[in-house]
């Protein structure tokens, strides 16, 4: 619920456009946060376009892995 509250305080300063962006486990929590928002808060929220990728991470000294990335990008008319 922080998170729709972080975007309707972005909706209400006066911007039109979100972007909500999540890698890993946290990616459900950023679709979950788009569909409340669309849901019951901005009933006209228009989705714009969903980006999907692989992002290299760092972990420890030399060890690299790869961890899965959205990015959800949502308008107010």
Same mark, same amino acid.
């Given at each position: 619920?922080?998170?729709?509250?972080?975007?309707?305080?972005?909706?209400?300063?006066? *911007?039109?456009?979100?972007?909500?962006?999540? $890698? =890993?486990?946290?990616?459900?929590?950023? #679709?979950?946060?788009? &569909?409340?928002?669309?849901?019951?808060?901005?009933?006209?929220?228009?989705?714009?376009?969903? *980006?999907?990728?692989?992002?290299?991470?760092? $972990? =420890?000294?030399?060890?690299?892995?790869? #961890?899965?990335?959205? &990015?959800?990008?949502?308008?107010?008319?």
């Amino acid at each position: 619920m922080n998170y729709v509250v972080a975007c309707m305080n972005v909706f209400n300063s006066g *911007s039109q456009k979100v972007v909500v962006k999540a $890698r =890993g486990r946290a990616i459900s929590r950023a #679709v979950d946060t788009v &569909e409340l928002l669309r849901r019951v808060f901005v009933k006209d929220l228009q989705l714009q376009g969903i *980006s999907v990728g692989t992002e290299q991470v760092t $972990r =420890g000294e030399d060890q690299k892995s790869s #961890v899965s990335a959205i &990015e959800i990008t949502v308008t107010k008319p």
